[in-house]
């Protein structure tokens, strides 16, 4: 049940994410930063996306991903149809990776460690999909804010 749970919110999230990116009314927008706001949207998708493909991707489906963290915040200017088509890619790294997982996987350990604590891989994507709404809102203020 909870598995169930997890990929509706991240298939929610994720596809709320798409929206966010496409409203923008133009796309050089996405890459604003003004007003001490340190992250611009663009940024943060690649952010949101990168964190999935690592702790998702990477660590429970084997996907072979190698996560370069400083990319999601250092690159500027992908077009938004690159950025749409990452977060595609990441749903259905996500749901395919989560629908093979069982209820005694969640009860496993996370590994590797993340904040040097212990931590069931259950709690861990909980963790991950308090995450992306975090990030996802901030591109949705971003967007209120900055897209004028």
């Known amino acids: 049940m909870i598995l169930d749970i997890v990929i509706n919110i991240f298939k ?3 596809n709320k994410l798409k929206t966010e990116i496409e409203s923008y009314s133009r796309e050089d927008r996405l890459w604003i930063v003004d007003k001490g706001i340190g992250n611009c949207a663009g940024n943060l998708c690649l952010h949101i996306v990168g964190n999935l493909n690592a702790y998702i991707g990477a660590n429970l489906g084997d996907t072979g991903y190698i996560r370069k963290r400083d990319l999601e915040f250092s690159l500027k ?4 149809t690159v950025l749409l088509s990452q977060v595609d890619a990441v749903m259905t790294i996500v749901d395919e990776t989560l ?18 604590a212990e931590m069931t891989t259950g709690y861990f994507l909980v963790h991950l999909t308090s995450h992306l709404s975090y990030h996802l809102g901030q591109i949705n203020y971003h967007r209120r804010l900055l897209d004028i």
Do not use: I, Q
């Open 99 to 116: 629908k093979k997982m069982s209820v005694e996987d969640l009860k496993k350990e996370y590994s590797p460690k993340v904040f040097e």
């Open 12 to 14: 929610r999230d994720l």
């Open 77 to 80: 200017d992908v077009p938004r």
